[in-house]
């Protein structure tokens, strides 16, 4: 981890142990039967914090090869364009096997000659891989208007999690199979 991260890690601890010292402790309660839990409760909210500020701080691509790429074996995975990145995916293919298709993203200071040779076959190439993502994205769009699954701002642990998305889910198919 950069230095600039572990400051900033540091920071949020001290800031979160100050403000537990003061309030939080009077608020706060693990839902555990443990009497000696491995992390305070301040260091636990410190933990969360962090994670939340890293992925919500950095794009998605680099939260992506952080949290899940090195756990990807034998795929053929199609992204948006903002996960375009050749060199990384060529190095995993050939360590994990794994492909990466993502709509082409034009190079800098590529020549009027050759970006115009290539547009047929980037758009078609580009066309292929939407046609792939574009039912994935719009059931997921239509969960999300029907469920609002991606509302879930009082979720306070990994259970909590795991009831809220499948119980959104479940609403869902219930109200798919309702208007059939």
């Not at 009497?35 to 691509?61: G, W």
């Not at 590529?110 to 059931?139: H, M, N, W, Y």
């Amino acid at each position: 981890m950069p230095n600039y991260k572990k400051v900033k890690l540091i920071a949020i601890h001290m800031y979160i142990s100050e403000l537990y010292e003061k309030e939080l402790q009077y608020t706060c309660q693990r839902f555990r039967n443990n009497s000696q839990p491995e992390f305070t409760d301040a260091e636990l909210m410190t933990a969360y914090l962090f994670i939340i500020v890293k992925v919500a701080s950095e794009n998605d691509l680099t939260a992506f090869k952080e949290l899940f790429v090195d756990q990807i074996y034998n795929r053929l995975i199609f992204c948006d364009q903002i996960f375009s990145d050749k060199p990384y995916f060529d190095l995993k293919a050939d360590m994990q096997n794994i492909e990466m298709l993502t709509p082409v993203k034009l190079p800098k200071g590529e020549a009027d000659c050759i970006r115009q040779r290539e547009k047929a076959f980037r758009d078609l190439f580009g066309t292929a891989v939407s046609t792939v993502r574009q039912p994935v994205e719009s059931f997921f769009n239509w969960v999300n208007e029907k469920t609002k699954i991606q509302e879930a701002q009082k979720v306070r642990s990994t259970n909590g999690l795991a009831v809220h998305v499948f119980g959104k889910m479940a609403a869902a198919f219930i109200y798919l199979i309702g208007n059939f």
